[in-house]
């Protein structure tokens, strides 16, 4: 499996903006779709947005359309949230994932994704 770390939360005042990362490592990713995922306290794990192999195919949450932005760098092996304008509802634990069954198209489903990352806190301020 791939190994996951991702980095960049913190604390951002609503309006704001905040750039996730997550470096993979162990595997290239560059053959796999891969997603982003938050979880708030007290609730279930939440879709965001995901991509496929090339960053082509992209799909995102409608909470988050048009604030949020996913890409990937494959030669890096990094896959990246840009999230513009966030909003105290966003706040959560972010993870990423990686879903190595699917490559063309990228999926909505947390069963989908095989390897999680251990996820970084992002606080959203008002």
């Known amino acids: 499996q791939v190994q996951l770390v991702e980095s960049g939360g913190g604390l951002v005042q609503a309006g704001g903006s905040l750039s996730l990362s997550c470096a993979a490592s162990g595997r290239t990713i560059s053959g796999y779709a891969m997603g982003w995922f938050r979880q708030a306290p007290g609730k279930e794990r939440e879709f965001v947005a995901s991509?496929?192999?090339?960053?082509?195919?992209?799909v995102y949450a409608d909470v988050v359309k048009g604030r949020f932005t996913i890409s990937r760098d494959n030669a890096a092996n990094t896959m990246y949230l840009q999230m513009n304008s966030p909003k105290p509802e966003d706040t959560a634990v972010y993870y990423c994932a990686s879903d190595e069954t699917r490559w063309r198209m990228a999926g909505r489903a947390p069963s989908d994704f095989g390897s999680w990352g251990q996820g970084t806190q992002v606080t959203v301020s008002s």
């Open positions: 991509l496929n192999f090339s960053g082509g195919n992209l």
